[in-house]
C-alpha cells in the first residue's frame, strides 16, 4: 500500500447503509505530505440523517439483552482482528506512526471490547433493611456523539464505542479530518454487524464537530481532543445540561528520584517521551532531574536520541515517524527555534523527506520552568530536561500547571516513590513504568485534562444514567 494512491473507496455510514459523502476530502499521507486517498466529507443533512438514524435506533438496541449486545461487539472485535494487518497499514499511512504500533493499536482495539464487555449493568441494592428495599439500575442515555482526534484514531474510537453500545447506547461517530480513513473502515466492519443506526460514522473539514455537540437529539458527548476544544464542547453542551466525557491534553512530569538507576530509567524516560512521536496525551512532556544526576541523565538522552532511526512508518527499523499534520509540523519547528535560542538543543536525526513533517527528536537541556515548552504541550518529539535541587520544591513546580492528566516517577525505594506519587496533582501516577492504560483500570484527567473518566467501570458508567428505585416493604 505504501506510496500508492489508495484504491479502496471509503464510505460514510448512515442508517446502516454505506454511503458517498456530499464532497471528497484529500487525506495526506504525513511522511511524504502527498494526497494517498480520497474520503468522503459529510455536509449538515448527513449529520442530521446520522442522528435521526442513530435516534429510531435506540428503542431497539436498548431493549436487547446485554449478553446480546455484547456478542455483537465481540463479533466486532473479531472483525477488526481478522482486518488488523489493513487497518495498521491505513493507520500508518494516514498517522505516519511505525507499522509496529500501529498494530499494537489495531489489535488494543480488540482488547478494548473484550475488556470492556466484562461490564454488567445488574443493579445494585443500596438497602434492603425489612422497611425499603433500595436499588440503582442503570439506563442507556440515547444518542452519544464519540468525537476522536488525530494520534490514536483506533484506541480512542474504541474507548469510547465499546462501553456505549454495550450500555445499549447508539452512537454518531466523528473522527479527526486528518485521519478519517480508519475510523470509515471501521463503520464499515460495524455495518457487517450491528443493526442499521446503532453505529453512524460521518466525516468533516473540521465543520461538524460543534453542530453534533448541539444537536437536540444527541444525549452525550465524548470528546478525546485539546483542552482548548474540549472547552468549547463543554460550553456548547451547557444549554442542555449534556452528559459529557473530555479526555484533554496534559504536560506530564516525570520526577527522576535520587536513587534513581540513571542509564535504565533514561531509556524508559525517552521511550515514553517519543512514542507516536510524542503525540499522546499521557506522553512524558518535561523530566525533572536531580542536579548530581543531571549530566549523566542527558548525556544517556543523548545518545538514544543520536542513535533513534526516523523514517517513514511503512520502512522496516524505523522507529520515529512523522508528526501527524502541518499544523503540528509548523508549531513544532518554532518552539524547537525557541528552545535552542533559550537552551541547548541535542537532536537527532532529520528525515530526509522533502515534504514530509519529520521533526528530529530533541532533548533540550539548560532551560528555566517559564519555557514554553515547559508550561505548554508540545505533542511532539521534544522532551525539555529541568534540575532540581529540593523534593518539595519540584513537586510545587510540577504541579504548578493547569493540566493533570498523568505523571511518572522514577526511584529504587518504592515506599519512598509511591508516597512522592501521591503528592503529584494528576489523574494517573505512575511509579517506574509508563502508559499502562487498561480496560479494567479508569483513566482521567485532573484540573484542565479532562472531566469524567474513560475505561474501567467507572469508564462505563459513564453511558449510563443511574437511577434509584425507592420500594416500602410491609
Ligand atoms: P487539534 O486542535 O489538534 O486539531 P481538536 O481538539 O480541535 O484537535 O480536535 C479533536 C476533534 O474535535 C476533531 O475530531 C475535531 O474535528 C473536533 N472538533 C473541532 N472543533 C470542535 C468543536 N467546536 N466541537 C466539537 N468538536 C470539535
Redesign the pocket.
Known amino acids: 500500500m505504501k506510496g500508492d494512491r489508495m484504491k479502496q473507496e471509503f464510505k460514510l455510514l448512515i442508517d446502516g447503509v454505506l454511503v458517498t459523502g456530499a464532497s471528497d476530502m484529500p487525506v495526506l499521507n504525513p511522511s511524504t505530505g502527498l494526497v494517498f486517498a480520497q474520503a468522503p466529507r459529510a455536509n449538515v443533512g448527513q449529520l442530521n440523517e446520522s442522528v435521526a438514524a442513530a435516534k429510531k435506533a435506540f428503542p431497539a438496541w436498548a431493549a436487547r439483552s446485554i449478553s446480546e449486545r455484547r456478542n455483537m461487539l465481540l463479533m466486532l472485535a473479531d472483525q477488526v482482528e481478522v482486518n488488523v494487518e489493513l487497518l495498521a497499514c491505513l493507520l500508518t499511512c494516514e498517522q505516519g506512526k511505525p507499522l509496529a504500533q500501529a498494530r499494537m493499536e489495531s489489535m488494543a482495539c480488540v482488547q478494548i471490547i473484550q475488556g470492556m464487555s466484562d461490564n454488567e449493568l445488574s443493579p445494585k441494592v443500596l438497602r434492603d433493611d425489612g422497611g425499603s428495599l433500595i436499588t440503582e439500575v442503570r439506563t442507556p442515555l440515547g444518542v452519544v456523539a464519540a468525537?476522536?482526534?488525530?494520534n490514536f484514531p483506533l484506541a480512542l474510537l474504541m474507548n469510547k464505542l465499546a462501553p456505549a453500545l454495550l450500555a445499549g447506547n447508539t452512537v454518531v461517530v466523528?473522527?479527526?479530518?486528518?485521519t478519517p480513513l480508519t475510523t470509515l473502515f471501521v463503520g464499515e466492519l460495524c455495518s457487517r454487524v450491528f443493526p442499521a443506526g446503532v453505529v453512524n460514522v460521518i466525516t468533516?473539514a473540521?465543520?461538524?464537530?460543534?453542530l453534533?455537540?448541539e444537536h437536540p437529539d444527541v444525549t452525550k458527548?465524548a470528546?478525546?481532543?485539546?483542552?482548548?476544544?474540549?472547552r468549547?464542547?463543554m460550553q456548547?453542551a451547557a444549554s442542555a445540561i449534556k452528559r459529557i466525557t473530555l479526555e484533554?491534553g496534559g504536560n506530564d512530569a516525570a520526577l527522576v528520584l535520587s536513587d534513581a538507576d540513571v542509564k535504565s530509567v533514561a531509556q524508559k524516560v525517552f521511550d515514553g517521551a517519543m512514542l507516536n512521536a510524542g503525540q499522546i496525551c499521557v506522553a512524558i512532556k518535561r523530566v525533572y532531574v536531580p542536579n548530581e544526576l543531571h549530566d549523566a541523565f542527558c548525556d544517556e538522552l543523548s545518545v538514544l536520541v543520536k542513535n533513534m532511526i526516523v523514517g517513514d512508518g511503512h520502512d522496516f527499523g524505523t522507529q520515529l515517524g512523522p508528526v501527524q499534520?502541518r499544523?503540528?509540523y509548523e508549531k513544532l519547528k518554532d518552539l524547537l527555534e525557541e528552545c535552542a535560542r533559550d537552551g541547548r538543543v541535542i537532536s537527532g536525526a532529520v528525515h530526509p523527506s522533502e515534504n514530509g513533517y519529520f521533526i528530529p527528536p530533541s532533548i533540550v537541556c539548560d532551560l528555566d520552568d517559564s519555557s514554553r515548552i515547559v508550561r505548554e504541550e508540545q505533542?511532539g518529539p521534544i522532551l525539555p530536561v529541568l534540575r532540581y535541587a529540593d523534593l518539595d520544591e519540584v513537586i510545587r513546580r510540577i504541579n504548578d500547571s493547569e493540566f493533570g492528566l498523568a505523571a511518572t516517577v522514577w526511584g529504587t525505594d518504592l515506599v519512598h516513590a509511591t508516597k512522592v506519587a501521591e503528592r503529584i496533582d494528576a489523574g494517573t501516577v505512575w511509579v517506574n513504568k509508563h502508559l499502562d492504560l487498561s480496560p479494567g483500570i479508569p483513566f482521567r484527567g485532573a484540573k484542565q485534562s479532562g472531566f469524567g473518566a474513560e475505561l474501567g467501570r467507572a469508564g462505563f458508567e459513564e453511558y449510563t444514567q443511574a437511577k434509584v428505585i425507592n420500594v416500602l416493604l410491609d
Open positions: 468525537i476522536t482526534p488525530w466523528k473522527p479527526a479530518p486528518t468533516d473540521n465543520d461538524l464537530g460543534s453534533l455537540v458527548v470528546f478525546t481532543g485539546s483542552t482548548a476544544t474540549g468549547k464542547v456548547t484533554l499534520n499544523t503540528q505533542f
